[in-house]
């Protein structure tokens, strides 16, 4: 690509209203599920896949401005996170996030998965989707800091991990802190036939 193709699409994705924002980013992964070499789509189901299902976006489930606050729980700083195939990822708790969803108060840890990205938090969390409409290990978000130094939690912008799909990856689970008391429709859901997973 060019670097005046480049500018074009970059103006072109400033220009988005935010709910075509959402819409481009699903149908882009929907593509890349469905064709890229590296899709967690097995291979004898690329024919067939015809897109991830998803809640409807709900910007009511976005909280912009959102200051990292210190760990002040019971657990250690430095621990080890389990996975889906047994394993243990070495991870600690950066910090936690405070806001409300429908008019209840909520709390996260963010993570920072040891030898990953260390400027990108870890955001994975349960809620009472979880099991049901949505994958019982959780959901996940990825977050990078603001200019300002604040997040954003995007819930419409949360996805399963891989192993929803092929169980040979091998993806973090959540842990127990990160359940919140509340539906979080928004993100990734589970299509009907896989539901109670």
Same mark, same amino acid.
Request: hydrophobic share 35%; glycine share 10%.
């Given at each position: 690509? !060019?670097?005046? =193709?480049?500018? $074009?699409?970059? =103006? ?32 004898? $189901? ?30 250690? *700083? ?5 996975? !889906? ?6 991870? =600690?708790?950066?910090? !936690? ?8 108060? %909520?709390?996260?840890?963010?993570? /920072? ?49 891989? %192993? /929803? ?5 091998? %993806? ?18 589970? *299509?009907? =036939?896989?539901?109670?997973?």
């Amino acid at each position: 690509m !060019t670097d005046e =193709h480049a500018h $074009e699409h970059d =103006h072109a994705a400033h220009s988005l209203t935010y709910l075509q924002a959402i819409e481009r980013n699903r149908a882009d992964k929907d593509a890349w599920f469905g064709s890229a070499a590296g899709s967690p789509i097995p291979d004898a $189901e690329r024919g067939t896949f015809s897109g991830l299902p998803y809640f409807a976006v709900d910007e009511g489930l976005r909280f912009l401005g959102l200051a990292l606050e210190p760990y002040a729980g019971d657990e250690p *700083s430095r621990f080890a996170i389990p996975t !889906t195939d047994g394993q243990l990822r070495p991870a =600690h708790r950066a910090g !936690t996030f405070a806001f409300t969803a429908g008019g209840v108060a %909520c709390r996260l840890t963010a993570y /920072v998965l040891d030898g990953g990205h260390s400027h990108s938090l870890f955001l994975p969390f349960l809620d009472q989707t979880s099991g049901r409409e949505t994958y019982g290990a959780g959901r996940y978000l990825d977050l990078e800091a603001e200019p300002d130094g604040t997040y954003e939690i995007d819930f419409n912008l949360a996805y399963h991990p891989s %192993c /929803v799909y092929d169980p040979n990856y091998s %993806c973090p689970l959540t842990p127990a802190e990160n359940r919140l008391p509340v539906r979080i429709e928004a993100g990734e859901r589970l *299509s009907e =036939h896989d539901t109670n997973r």
